[in-house]
């Protein structure tokens, strides 16, 4: 997290070593002055890092919530049908349903691939689930 604070400081520190060196009659010697020149190159660069660093945080930021909001505005158009969630287009289900596992682990929706009639599998989990894209929970078939 940048600190404001000492960013602020470091730019008054530069402002005033500025205002010093202005305010001078010219009575500084070459090693004063440079030194006051070193001080301030150094603020500035302080400043400088400082608004980069909140740069950066402003971007990851923007793109979370760029995130968050995509996410949210999908979720709003979807339907859940038997514990899976769809895209929905007139209350009905279309296409595959998303990953449940993922969506829980994650926060993340995955649309499930088919396999077979009955059998979807999710392509960032690798978990198979007996749904297709009908809407329609397929129970799973045992030999007795």
């Known amino acids: ?41 150094g603020n500035l660069a302080d400043v400088k890092m400082a608004l980069s660093d909140a740069h950066m945080e402003l971007k990851e930021r923007d793109q979370k919530i760029k995130e968050l909001t995509e996410h949210a ?32 682990a994650e926060n993340k929706l995955y649309r499930l691939t088919l396999l077979s009639d009955t059998r979807s599998r999710c392509t960032n989990c690798k978990n198979g689930f007996p749904v297709a894209a009908d809407g329609n929970v397929h129970p799973e078939k045992t030999n007795t």
């Open 1 to 41: 997290m940048v600190d404001i604070a000492a960013t602020i400081s470091a730019l008054t520190g530069s402002l005033e070593v500025i205002k010093a060196i202005r305010d001078t009659n010219h009575a500084y010697d070459k090693n004063e002055l440079k030194a006051q020149m070193a001080d301030l190159y």
């Open 73 to 104: 505005e999908l979720q709003g158009s979807l339907i859940t049908i038997n514990g899976y969630k769809y895209d929905d287009k007139d209350g009905r289900p279309v296409g595959l349903p998303y990953c449940p596992q993922c969506e829980v």
